[in-house]
C-alpha cells in the first residue's frame, strides 16, 4: 500500500522495523511533520494500517506497510532489499524498535521463554542490522539506528537475559558502525532508559526517571540523517546514571534487589 | 484526577493504545464498572469512579482520516483538540468549536458536548458530528450518526453509553490564524445584554468577563469582547505546550477574597484602557488559560469547585443578578466569571447542556461546608428560573437538581450501557 501525500521530493527515506511500538508511532510522527516518506514493518496488519493513515494525515510524503514477524529473520536480506526497492531504491535510515522483554522468572526454567527472549533481541536482530548494513555500506550513504537497552550495561537478577540480548546487540552494532565507518554509512545502538510504554507498564521502578515516548522522539527522528556516536544514551542522564551503577561494588550490588 | 482537585484519589487505570484492544479490555466488565477517561479536564465527577477502573483513551489518539478538500476529520477518541489544531489549522480548517481549553480529547469533547464563544452561531460540537464509533460493552461495534437515538443519548452522554472508539467531526473554514474584534467594558448587566444581542448579528465569536466581586456602583460590570476570523495569511499554529506552568499547590490564600477584588479590579481598567478594536491569534483568544500548565494548582491543595449554569432566554438577565448578588453578600467572589448568551440552536444531545439563554460560570477556592452553601443558594436560583447545571463542571449536583435542569435524563438512563458509570452518574441516577 502507498499513499502520495503532497510534501516535496526531497523526503527522508525510512524504514522502521517494529513500527507498532509505542516509541516508534511517536518518532514517526515527528518524521511524518517533516515530510517523510516511511516504510512500516511489524505483524499487525490492522494496526499498521492505522498507525500509516494517522502518519499520512500528519503530513508524512507516502507510507507503506509491510507485515513481518521479525523474529524470523531468514529472509532478512531479500526483504530489506525489497523494502528499499519500495522506497525508490534508497534508504535514509533504516530503525530497529522490535523487542520483547519477556519474562525472567520464567526463562530461568523455561528454555523456550529464554530462546525467545535470546533470538528476538539478539539473534533476529542482529540479522537485520546486518541485512541494512550490507545496503547501506554498498549505497556509501545512510544509518542504521537500533534501539537498545540500558539493562545490557550491567547483569542483574531482574532482567539478564533481556540485558543480554541488547549488551550483545549494542556490540554488534557498534562493530558496524566500525565496519561502515570507511563507506560514508553509519551505525548508532541508542541505550534507551526506562520509557513509559506497554513494555514497562505495570512495572515497578523510579517513575521519576521514566520518560514518555513523546520526549525522546524528536532526537530519536533526528538520527535518521544527523551524525551520532555508535552508542548514545537517551534520555542523556542514563550515561552518568548507569555508570554509577556500573561502579557500584559487587558486595552492595549484591545485596540489592535491581 | 479531576481538574477542580477537589479529591485526590488514585483509580486503577488500564491503556488503550488499539482500537482492536477495546473489546478484550470491556469483556467480562462487572457491572458500572468502567469509564473512560481523557486528559482529566472534567473538573469534579464525571470523570471519576470509584471502586471502578478507568480506561486512559490518551493513547488512541491516531488519525483515521483528514479530508483537506472537505473539511472533514475522522480520528481515534483519544486525540487532544491541541494536536487536531496542528494538523487542521495549516490547512486552512478549525475546529466547528472549542472549549477554552485545547488540551481535552475528541471524545470528552463529544461526550460532554462542549460549546465555545460562537454558540450563538454555531451550537455545540455535537451538531457538527457526522459520524462516531461506539463500542457497546457485549461487543456490538456501532456506527452511529445524527437520527440514531443512540447517538442522541452518546452526544453529551459523559461516556456512559459505551466506549466512544472514534469521532467524525465536520471542521470549519478559516482564512488566517487570527481573529479581530471589539473590546467593550460595560457598568450593568443590562448594558452587557444589549451589546451581546447587538454584537450576535455580525460576530461569529462573543464573551464576557465579569468583575464579580465588584459592589455598589461597579456591581456587573465587566469586558464584552465580540470578534470574527480575520482574513489571512495562514500562519502560525499555536505552541504545542505551556511555556509556563505552575510547579506546586499554591498556599491557599493565593486566591481568596482581597486577593480576586484587587485582581479583577485592575483587570477591569487594564481591559477598559483596551477598548475598541483589536487583533490577535486564536491561541490567546479561544485559550488565555492554556498559557499556564496545570492553573488549576493556583488554588491550593483543597481545590475548587466550578459552577457553571445557564438559565433560560426568557428569564433574562434577573437571576444572574440574583447569583452575583448572593455571591458578594456572602463575601464570596469567582476570579474568572465568563457570561455569555448561547443561541437557540439545539444539540442532539439528550443530556446537553447549552439552551437558549444566558450562561454564567464561575469558580470558587474550596473552603468546605461555606462553599456549598453558597453554591445550594445558587442552585435554588437557577431551579427557580428553569436552568440547569453544567456536569463537565460539577462535583455536587444534587438528583434533584440533575432532575429539574435534564427533562430527557429518563429516555437517556435507557441508553446507558450497564458496565459504565461515574461518580457524577452515581450520584445523580436512580
Given at each position: 500500500?502507498?499513499?502520495?501525500?503532497?510534501?516535496?521530493?526531497?523526503?527522508?527515506?525510512?524504514?522502521?522495523?517494529?513500527?507498532?511500538?509505542?516509541?516508534?508511532?511517536?518518532?514517526?510522527?515527528?518524521?511524518?511533520?517533516?515530510?517523510?516518506?516511511?516504510?512500516?514493518?511489524?505483524?499487525?496488519?490492522?494496526?499498521?494500517?492505522?498507525?500509516?493513515?494517522?502518519?499520512?494525515?500528519?503530513?508524512?510524503?507516502?507510507?507503506?506497510?509491510?507485515?513481518?514477524?521479525?523474529?524470523?529473520?531468514?529472509?532478512?536480506?531479500?526483504?530489506?532489499?525489497?523494502?528499499?526497492?519500495n522506497l525508490g531504491g534508497k534508504v535514509d535510515a533504516v530503525y530497529l524498535f522490535f523487542g520483547i522483554l519477556g519474562d525472567q522468572e520464567a526463562a530461568r526454567s523455561d528454555l523456550a521463554e529464554l530462546e525467545a527472549i535470546l533470538v528476538t533481541n539478539f539473534t533476529a536482530a542482529a540479522h537485520w542490522c546486518q541485512a541494512a548494513a550490507t545496503i547501506?555500506?554498498?549505497?556509501?550513504?545512510?544509518?542504521?539506528?537500533?534501539?537498545?537497552?540500558?539493562?545490557?550495561?550491567?547483569?542483574?537478577?531482574?532482567?539478564?537475559?533481556?540485558?543480554?540480548?541488547?549488551?550483545?546487540?549494542?556490540?554488534?552494532?557498534?562493530?558496524?558502525?566500525?565496519?561502515?565507518?570507511?563507506?560514508?554509512?553509519?551505525?548508532?545502538?541508542?541505550?534507551?532508559?526506562?520509557?513509559?510504554?506497554?513494555?514497562?507498564?505495570?512495572?515497578?521502578?523510579?517513575?521519576?526517571?521514566?520518560?514518555?515516548?513523546?520526549?525522546?522522539?524528536?532526537?530519536?527522528?533526528?538520527?535518521?540523517?544527523?551524525?551520532?556516536?555508535?552508542?548514545?544514551?537517551?534520555?542523556?542522564?542514563?550515561?552518568?546514571?548507569?555508570?554509577?551503577?556500573?561502579?557500584?561494588?559487587?558486595?552492595?550490588?549484591?545485596?540489592?534487589?535491581? | 484526577?479531576?481538574?477542580?482537585?477537589?479529591?485526590?484519589?488514585?483509580?486503577?487505570?488500564?491503556?488503550?493504545?488499539?482500537?482492536?484492544?477495546?473489546?478484550?479490555?470491556?469483556?467480562?466488565?462487572?457491572?458500572?464498572?468502567?469509564?473512560?477517561?481523557?486528559?482529566?479536564?472534567?473538573?469534579?465527577?464525571?470523570?471519576?469512579?470509584?471502586?471502578?477502573?478507568?480506561?486512559?483513551?490518551?493513547?488512541?489518539?491516531?488519525?483515521?482520516?483528514?479530508?483537506?478538500?472537505a473539511g472533514i476529520l475522522r480520528a481515534e477518541a483519544g486525540l487532544s483538540l491541541n494536536d487536531a489544531l496542528a494538523v487542521i489549522v495549516p490547512c486552512g480548517w478549525f475546529l466547528p468549536t472549542t472549549p477554552g481549553t485545547r488540551f481535552v480529547t475528541l471524545g470528552g469533547a463529544v461526550a460532554n458536548d462542549v460549546h465555545g464563544k460562537n454558540h450563538?452561531?454555531?451550537?455545540?460540537?455535537?451538531?457538527?458530528?457526522?459520524?462516531?464509533?461506539?463500542?457497546?460493552?457485549?461487543?456490538?461495534?456501532?456506527?452511529?450518526?445524527?437520527?440514531?437515538?443512540?447517538?442522541?443519548?452518546?452526544?453529551?452522554?459523559?461516556?456512559?453509553?459505551?466506549?466512544?472508539?472514534?469521532?467524525?467531526?465536520?471542521?470549519?473554514?478559516?482564512?488566517?490564524?487570527?481573529?479581530?474584534?471589539?473590546?467593550?467594558?460595560?457598568?450593568?448587566?443590562?448594558?452587557?445584554?444589549?451589546?451581546?444581542?447587538?454584537?450576535?448579528?455580525?460576530?461569529?465569536?462573543?464573551?464576557?468577563?465579569?468583575?464579580?466581586?465588584?459592589?455598589?456602583?461597579?456591581?456587573?460590570?465587566?469586558?464584552?469582547?465580540?470578534?470574527?476570523?480575520?482574513?489571512?495569511?495562514?500562519?502560525?499554529?499555536?505552541?504545542?505546550?505551556?511555556?509556563?506552568?505552575?510547579?506546586?499547590?499554591?498556599?491557599?490564600?493565593?486566591?481568596?477574597?482581597?486577593?480576586?477584588?484587587?485582581?479583577?479590579?485592575?483587570?477591569?481598567?487594564?481591559?477598559?484602557?483596551?477598548?475598541?478594536?483589536?487583533?490577535?491569534?486564536?491561541?490567546?483568544?479561544?485559550?488565555?488559560?492554556?498559557?499556564?500548565?496545570?492553573?488549576?494548582?493556583?488554588?491550593?491543595?483543597?481545590?475548587?469547585?466550578?459552577?457553571?449554569?445557564?438559565?433560560?432566554?426568557?428569564?433574562?438577565?434577573?437571576?444572574?443578578?440574583?447569583?452575583?448578588?448572593?455571591?458578594?453578600?456572602?463575601?464570596?467572589?469567582?476570579?474568572?466569571?465568563?457570561?455569555?448568551?448561547?443561541?437557540?440552536?439545539?444539540?442532539?444531545?439528550?443530556?446537553?447542556?447549552?439552551?437558549?439563554?444566558?450562561?454564567?460560570?464561575?469558580?470558587?477556592?474550596?473552603?468546605?461546608?461555606?462553599?456549598?452553601?453558597?453554591?445550594?443558594?445558587?442552585?435554588?436560583?437557577?431551579?427557580?428560573?428553569?436552568?440547569?447545571?453544567?456536569?463537565?463542571?460539577?462535583?455536587?449536583?444534587?438528583?434533584?437538581?440533575?432532575?429539574?435542569?435534564?427533562?430527557?435524563?429518563?429516555?437517556?438512563?435507557?441508553?446507558?450501557?450497564?458496565?459504565?458509570?461515574?461518580?457524577?452518574?452515581?450520584?445523580?441516577?436512580?
Amino acid at each position: 500500500m502507498a499513499r502520495r501525500g503532497t510534501r516535496g521530493t526531497n523526503a527522508a527515506r525510512i524504514i522502521v522495523l517494529g513500527a507498532t511500538s509505542a516509541i516508534a508511532i511517536q518518532m514517526c510522527r515527528v518524521l511524518a511533520r517533516d515530510g517523510a516518506e516511511l516504510m512500516l514493518v511489524g505483524r499487525a496488519a490492522l494496526r499498521l494500517e492505522a498507525i500509516a493513515a494517522d502518519l499520512m494525515a500528519r503530513g508524512a510524503r507516502a507510507c507503506h506497510v509491510s507485515v513481518q514477524d521479525l523474529s524470523l529473520a531468514a529472509d532478512a536480506q531479500r526483504l530489506t532489499a525489497g523494502w528499499v526497492a519500495n522506497l525508490g531504491g534508497k534508504v535514509d535510515a533504516v530503525y530497529l524498535f522490535f523487542g520483547i522483554l519477556g519474562d525472567q522468572e520464567a526463562a530461568r526454567s523455561d528454555l523456550a521463554e529464554l530462546e525467545a527472549i535470546l533470538v528476538t533481541n539478539f539473534t533476529a536482530a542482529a540479522h537485520w542490522c546486518q541485512a541494512a548494513a550490507t545496503i547501506l555500506e554498498k549505497q556509501k550513504s545512510g544509518g542504521l539506528i537500533a534501539i537498545t537497552s540500558v539493562a545490557g550495561d550491567r547483569g542483574r537478577q531482574s532482567n539478564y537475559a533481556y540485558g543480554a540480548a541488547k549488551a550483545g546487540l549494542s556490540v554488534f552494532v557498534e562493530g558496524i558502525a566500525h565496519r561502515l565507518a570507511p563507506s560514508g554509512a553509519r551505525a548508532v545502538a541508542v541505550k534507551l532508559g526506562m520509557v513509559e510504554t506497554p513494555m514497562t507498564e505495570g512495572r515497578n521502578g523510579a517513575s521519576v526517571l521514566r520518560v514518555s515516548p513523546e520526549s525522546i522522539a524528536t532526537p530519536l527522528a533526528r538520527l535518521a540523517r544527523g551524525k551520532s556516536k555508535p552508542i548514545i544514551y537517551l534520555p542523556w542522564f542514563w550515561r552518568p546514571a548507569m555508570l554509577a551503577v556500573r561502579a557500584l561494588p559487587v558486595s552492595l550490588f549484591h545485596r540489592s534487589r535491581l | 484526577m479531576a481538574w477542580g482537585g477537589l479529591k485526590r484519589d488514585h483509580y486503577p487505570m488500564a491503556t488503550l493504545r488499539f482500537a482492536d484492544e477495546a473489546r478484550g479490555l470491556l469483556a467480562s466488565r462487572p457491572l458500572a464498572n468502567v469509564l473512560a477517561v481523557g486528559l482529566g479536564r472534567s473538573y469534579g465527577t464525571s470523570n471519576t469512579l470509584s471502586g471502578g477502573a478507568l480506561l486512559d483513551m490518551t493513547k488512541l489518539d491516531r488519525i483515521l482520516s483528514f479530508d483537506h478538500a472537505a473539511g472533514i476529520l475522522r480520528a481515534e477518541a483519544g486525540l487532544s483538540l491541541n494536536d487536531a489544531l496542528a494538523v487542521i489549522v495549516p490547512c486552512g480548517w478549525f475546529l466547528p468549536t472549542t472549549p477554552g481549553t485545547r488540551f481535552v480529547t475528541l471524545g470528552g469533547a463529544v461526550a460532554n458536548d462542549v460549546h465555545g464563544k460562537n454558540h450563538h452561531s454555531a451550537g455545540t460540537l455535537g451538531c457538527h458530528v457526522r459520524a462516531l464509533g461506539l463500542l457497546r460493552s457485549g461487543g456490538e461495534m456501532l456506527e452511529l450518526r445524527p437520527g440514531d437515538p443512540l447517538f442522541a443519548a452518546t452526544i453529551g452522554g459523559l461516556g456512559l453509553t459505551g466506549l466512544i472508539l472514534w469521532v467524525e467531526v465536520a471542521l470549519s473554514a478559516i482564512n488566517g490564524t487570527n481573529v479581530s474584534g471589539e473590546r467593550t467594558a460595560f457598568h450593568a448587566l443590562d448594558e452587557f445584554m444589549a451589546l451581546a444581542a447587538e454584537a450576535e448579528k455580525t460576530f461569529e465569536h462573543t464573551v464576557a468577563w465579569i468583575d464579580c466581586a465588584s459592589t455598589g456602583r461597579a456591581f456587573g460590570r465587566g469586558i464584552f469582547e465580540a470578534a470574527n476570523w480575520a482574513q489571512g495569511p495562514l500562519g502560525e499554529v499555536h505552541a504545542p505546550a505551556p511555556a509556563l506552568s505552575v510547579p506546586v499547590n499554591a498556599p491557599s490564600m493565593t486566591i481568596s477574597h482581597p486577593t480576586v477584588r484587587t485582581f479583577n479590579a485592575l483587570h477591569f481598567r487594564v481591559k477598559k484602557a483596551k477598548s475598541g478594536p483589536f487583533r490577535q491569534h486564536y491561541s490567546g483568544f479561544f485559550y488565555p488559560l492554556d498559557a499556564i500548565g496545570k492553573w488549576n494548582r493556583l488554588y491550593g491543595a483543597r481545590g475548587f469547585h466550578q459552577y457553571q449554569c445557564v438559565i433560560p432566554e426568557r428569564e433574562g438577565v434577573a437571576p444572574v443578578r440574583d447569583m452575583l448578588d448572593a455571591i458578594t453578600r456572602t463575601g464570596n467572589a469567582s476570579f474568572l466569571a465568563v457570561l455569555k448568551r448561547f443561541g437557540a440552536r439545539r444539540s442532539p444531545g439528550l443530556l446537553s447542556f447549552p439552551m437558549e439563554g444566558l450562561t454564567l460560570a464561575l469558580d470558587f477556592p474550596n473552603r468546605g461546608a461555606l462553599t456549598l452553601e453558597l453554591l445550594g443558594r445558587l442552585d435554588d436560583i437557577v431551579r427557580a428560573a428553569g436552568g440547569r447545571l453544567y456536569a463537565a463542571k460539577d462535583a455536587r449536583m444534587s438528583r434533584a437538581m440533575f432532575e429539574s435542569g435534564y427533562p430527557d435524563a429518563d429516555a437517556f438512563a435507557r441508553f446507558v450501557d450497564p458496565a459504565f458509570s461515574s461518580d457524577f452518574w452515581q450520584a445523580v441516577s436512580r
